[in-house]
């Protein structure tokens, strides 16, 4: 920064000095060596009231301080952009890696789910089929028990000594008794 970029407030001082005719906006940013030809041009007039005891000397040395303030701060400032922009990289440093690594995650995750979605649909395809092989199978068997006769119980050979007893409802006519029979022979085996 050169001296003619530094501007300092001095509307006062000007207008003691002569220099009203400057725009208030122009006066507040005048360059320094603009205030170092209004001292020189007044400085052989004594005004104690814009300047009392204050030389040339002691203004260019208060404007130098200032300066020396002014970019102290400002190297300060830049100090301290220029680490917390360092800081935020780190961060966004770590986010990205954090990212990367939940996004890596998720990957792993999801095929993990598709796999046993997969193992899932294929069990349940399997008892489906499994079911339906069973449910056909007893039709099948079903079927095949219908299609045949019932089978009837073989007739049990009354013990010997035991006669028969025959119900014969009120009413029937009997026609001739049949003549007693002799006991009944159990089937052959088959």
Same mark, same amino acid.
């Given at each position: 920064?050169?001296? $003619? ?17 400057? !725009?208030?906006?122009?006066?507040? @940013? ?5 205030? @170092? ?10 005004? @104690? ?9 002691? /203004? ?46 998720? !990957? %792993?995750?999801?095929?993990?789910? !598709? ?13 489906? /089929? ?20 019932? /089978?009837?119980? $073989? ?16 009413? $029937? ?10 006991? %009944? ?6």
């Amino acid at each position: 920064m050169g001296g $003619a970029a530094i501007g300092i407030d001095v509307s006062d001082s000007m207008r003691r000095m002569g220099l009203e005719n400057f !725009r208030n906006s122009e006066v507040k @940013h005048l360059p320094l060596n603009s205030i @170092h030809a209004a001292l020189d041009k007044n400085g052989s007039q004594p005004n @104690h009231e814009a300047m009392t005891d204050l030389t040339r000397q002691e /203004v260019e040395a208060t404007l130098a301080r200032n300066k020396a303030e002014v970019d102290a701060r400002l190297a300060n400032f830049d100090t301290s952009i220029k680490t917390g922009f360092a800081e935020l990289r780190a961060e966004f440093a770590e986010l990205r890696a954090e990212l990367a690594k939940q996004a890596s995650d998720t !990957r %792993v995750e999801m095929a993990n789910v !598709r796999a046993d979605t997969q193992k899932s649909a294929t069990e349940i395809t399997r008892w489906v /089929v499994g079911f339906g092989i069973a449910i056909l199978g007893a039709m099948f068997t079903l079927s095949k028990v219908g299609d045949k006769s019932p /089978v009837q119980p $073989a007739v049990q050979a009354a013990p010997a000594g035991v006669p028969y007893v025959i119900a014969v409802p009120p009413g $029937a006519a009997i026609l001739n008794p049949p003549a007693p029979a002799s006991p %009944v022979a159990p089937p052959a085996s088959k």
